[in-house]
């Protein structure tokens, strides 16, 4: 059974810095592809950024562009989504997900999910 916990969510100021983490079990880790989604209230679910299985390649949504960065640690089967830089528009429910891509942008094809970790961003 796979699960997806995520971690390190939290209420900053606007400039600050969060990371999170999610930590996968029932899954061979390194073999898939990871990414970062989040939710605001009322809108859908966005691409954040994601991570290719085996070699780390790392893709990002340009809202988050050199700010977050995304890195895994296979031993760990853990995710990170490193955020610096905060914005309150970065307000959202943070997801991380798993894809039998290598790696995707898609969030169709995005299989297993996290519960979602709340991010809140204040002026």
């Known amino acids: 059974q796979v699960q997806l916990v995520e971690s390190g969510g939290g209420s900053v100021q606007a400039g600050g810095s969060l990371r999170l983490s999610c930590v996968a079990s029932?899954?061979?880790?390194?073999?898939?592809?990871m990414g970062w989604f989040r939710q605001a209230p009322g809108k859908e679910r966005d691409f954040v950024g994601a991570?290719?299985?085996?070699?780390?390649?790392?893709y990002y949504a340009s809202s988050v562009e050199g700010r977050f960065t995304i890195s895994r640690d296979n031993a760990k089967n853990t995710l990170y989504l490193q955020m610096n830089s905060l914005k309150p528009e970065d307000t959202a429910k943070y997801f991380c997900?798993?894809?039998?891509?290598?790696?995707?942008?898609?969030?169709?094809?995005?299989?297993?999910w996290g519960q979602g970790t709340q991010v809140t961003v204040s002026p």
């Open positions: 991570i290719s299985r085996y070699n780390g390649v790392t």
């Open positions: 029932g899954i061979s880790f390194s073999n898939y592809g």
């Open positions: 997900a798993q894809t039998a891509q290598v790696v995707s942008l898609n969030r169709d094809q995005y299989i297993n």
